[in-house]
């Protein structure tokens, strides 16, 4: 990671802080999850931090699998329709750099937002004795969800100069490896186990389960990588 | 080819197509150390393809382009860090205030961190940016928003500004402003504006360019191009002693002088008077014969007076296609 990486990640957090959007995921995900947390406290006596990770149609993560794309709309649509990427490419940067930065701005936001869901795993260690070891697990998991959905959004972005268009077709994408996992049970059997592995939910639900298993964060890791030499590519192919 | 013959740009042969349509044919230029180099050309000749393709935003179909003797295409980094640049309508964020986005492009473009501080002030004051350091760069005026672009361009000190369009949409006074900045960086930089407004050119560059659909149609300079278009041209207001002239009459007269080449039908001055425009043949000057046939047909002479051939002539001679003799 190089000194200019992080000054384009620096300047991008900062305009996410300049527009309402960076506000409203961090709000919405605490009140999403708040809800969920404190319903299941007092409606079912429970102290139960696995409902904040498991995915389901109504979680954090499906709250995720919206903002995502929201937040990762902008990075290069933006800068496209506003011409300003006529100005960033006259730099000496390369475009992984650009990339890059934009991303790690992305997912710092939204780390933030998933992060502060941890006032509720410390009210569970405050009242009772809290397992660390699945909170952990699933939390990991939740950021690397995060992470492969911005990198999704952000792929998107760098395909258009409209930020509308880079939103949906980022939800559309998400939200197909999101349910695809409901699908297992229609498929042939062997190819279950395929469309289990191309899903975004059950590595997930992996990981809220407590289980740190390599297969599930190669997942992760070769879709967040895969999506970003995606959009590294069409930045470079601006040039043509 | 190195940069200590001076070489700052060697475009060879840059061509550029957009799908069917050729925005660039065949362009080949160099420019030398401490040259003002004026890119010159109706809108859509392909000026800004040009200079997007010497900053290295643009990959051109064939040709290349060495920028103080780096190849672009290749190390387009290393290129760009030599380069400031200023694209059209000064595209910046709009969200950022001045000073953080003067300070954002200077680590961008590698000012060391322990001169940041004193560049910006330096490029602060030259380009008269005190004042609205503290402000968000949407709320400027299109002339400062102007002048932020240069300063962004110019943060790094690089030996060759580009600067595409820097006057378009500014009021005469910060035209004449940015004028004398241009002229002032000229002294220790090479600097390659384009722009469609004739007086401009001729104001700053001391080397004009005419590109027209892609192609090079001139290369000189301003005051070789303005004498380019050969001969010169009378103007002549006539007026009648009694009564009406018969335009077409007088017209015909004119065009027998000897040495005129075209009779043009002009502008009078009131009722009852008569303009042309005529042309001399190369070398002549007809204001004598075209003052005696005045006298023979007992008309009166408003005005006779002769104009040198200007650079604007000269322009639409070459880019409407009345193509020139000689020189491509």
């Known amino acids: 990671m190089t000194a200019k990486t992080i000054a384009i990640a620096r300047r991008e957090f900062r305009a996410l802080f300049d527009s309402p959007v960076a506000y409203i995921v961090i709000v919405a995900f605490l009140l999403v999850t708040g809800w969920m947390f404190f319903s299941t406290l007092f409606l079912r006596e429970r102290a139960d931090l696995r409902?904040?990770?498991?995915?389901?149609?109504?979680?954090?993560?499906?709250?995720?699998?919206?903002?995502?794309?929201?937040?990762?709309?902008?990075?290069?649509?933006?800068?496209?329709?506003?011409?300003?990427?006529?100005?960033?490419?006259?730099?000496?940067?390369?475009?992984?750099?650009?990339?890059l930065g934009?991303?790690?701005?992305?997912?710092?936001?939204?780390?933030?937002?998933?992060?502060?869901?941890?006032?509720?795993?410390?009210?569970?260690?405050?009242i009772g004795d809290l397992d660390w070891g699945p909170v952990i697990s699933g939390y990991l998991g939740m950021l690397l969800f995060a992470a492969s959905l911005l990198a999704i959004g952000l792929m998107c972005s760098s395909w258009t100069d409209n930020q509308i268009v880079a939103f949906i077709v980022a939800l559309l994408i998400g939200a197909c490896l999101y349910?695809?996992?409901?699908?297992?049970?229609?498929?042939?059997?062997?190819?279950?186990?395929?469309?289990?592995?191309?899903?975004?939910?059950?590595?997930?639900?992996?990981?809220?389960?407590?289980?740190?298993?390599?297969?599930?964060?190669?997942?992760?890791?070769?879709?967040?990588?895969?999506?970003?030499?995606?959009?590294?590519?069409?930045?470079?192919?601006?040039?043509a | 080819m190195t940069e200590k013959d001076g070489l700052m740009i060697d475009a060879r042969s840059l061509t550029k197509d957009?799908?069917?349509?050729?925005?660039?044919?065949?362009?080949?230029?160099?420019?030398?150390?401490?040259?003002?180099?004026?890119?010159?050309?109706?809108?859509?000749?392909?000026?800004?393809?040009?200079?997007r393709i010497l900053t290295g935003y643009l990959r051109p179909t064939r040709g290349s382009v060495h920028v103080c003797g780096i190849p672009v295409a290749e190390r387009p980094v290393e290129a760009r860090r030599r380069i400031?640049?200023?694209?059209?309508?000064?595209?910046?964020?709009?969200?950022?205030?001045?000073?953080?986005?003067?300070?954002?492009?200077?680590?961008?473009?590698?000012?060391?961190?322990?001169?940041?501080?004193?560049?910006?002030?330096?490029?602060g004051k030259r380009c008269g940016l005190a004042e609205v350091l503290g402000k968000d760069i949407g709320q400027l005026s299109k002339g400062y928003r102007q002048r932020v672009g240069l300063a962004q361009a110019m943060i790094h000190d690089p030996d060759l500004l580009i600067l595409d369009e820097p006057t378009s949409g500014l009021d005469p006074n910060q035209i004449v402003e940015i004028r004398e900045l241009v002229k002032e960086l000229g002294k220790d930089k090479t600097v390659i504006l384009s722009t469609h407004i004739l007086p401009e050119v001729q104001a700053t560059c001391n080397r004009i360019l005419i590109v027209n659909e892609g192609r090079l149609v001139a290369d000189d300079r301003p005051e070789a191009l303005s004498g380019r278009a050969s001969g010169a041209s009378i103007r002549l207001v006539l007026k009648a002693r009694e009564g009406e002239l018969d335009a077409a009459e007088v017209g015909e007269a004119l065009g027998g002088i000897e040495g005129i080449r075209e009779v043009q039908k002009a502008e009078g001055e009131g009722a009852g008077t008569l303009g042309f425009v005529l042309r001399d043949s190369a070398g002549a000057d007809s204001r004598e014969a075209v003052f005696g046939a005045a006298v023979d047909h007992s008309w009166i002479v408003l005005d006779l007076h002769r104009e040198q051939v200007s650079l604007e002539d000269t322009f639409r001679r070459l880019t409407l296609g009345e193509q020139e003799g000689g020189e491509g």
Request: aromatic share 12%.
């Open chain 2, 84 to 123: 400031g640049y200023l694209p059209e309508n000064a595209p910046l964020y709009d969200e950022m205030m001045v000073i953080d986005f003067l300070r954002y492009t200077a680590e961008l473009r590698e000012v060391p961190p322990a001169e940041r501080d004193r560049r910006l002030a330096t490029i």
């Open chain 1, 51 to 99: 409902v904040l990770f498991t995915p389901s149609l109504f979680s954090p993560a499906m709250l995720l699998l919206i903002f995502a794309p929201a937040i990762s709309m902008r990075a290069v649509a933006e800068e496209r329709k506003s011409g300003t990427i006529e100005l960033l490419t006259s730099m000496p940067v390369r475009d992984w750099e650009v990339v």
């Open chain 1, 179 to 239: 349910v695809i996992s409901w699908l297992q049970f229609f498929v042939p059997d062997f190819i279950a186990p395929l469309v289990d592995y191309v899903s975004l939910s059950s590595h997930l639900s992996n990981m809220a389960r407590g289980v740190l298993d390599t297969r599930d964060l190669l997942y992760y890791f070769t879709l967040i990588g895969g999506a970003l030499f995606i959009a590294e590519r069409s930045m470079a192919h601006q040039h």
């Open chain 2, 18 to 51: 957009f799908g069917p349509t050729r925005a660039l044919a065949d362009l080949s230029f160099r420019v030398k150390r401490g040259e003002i180099l004026g890119f010159l050309g109706p809108n859509g000749a392909g000026k800004t393809t040009a200079m």
């Open chain 1, 102 to 126: 934009k991303f790690l701005a992305d997912f710092a936001l939204t780390a933030a937002a998933v992060l502060s869901t941890l006032v509720y795993a410390i009210t569970v260690a405050c």
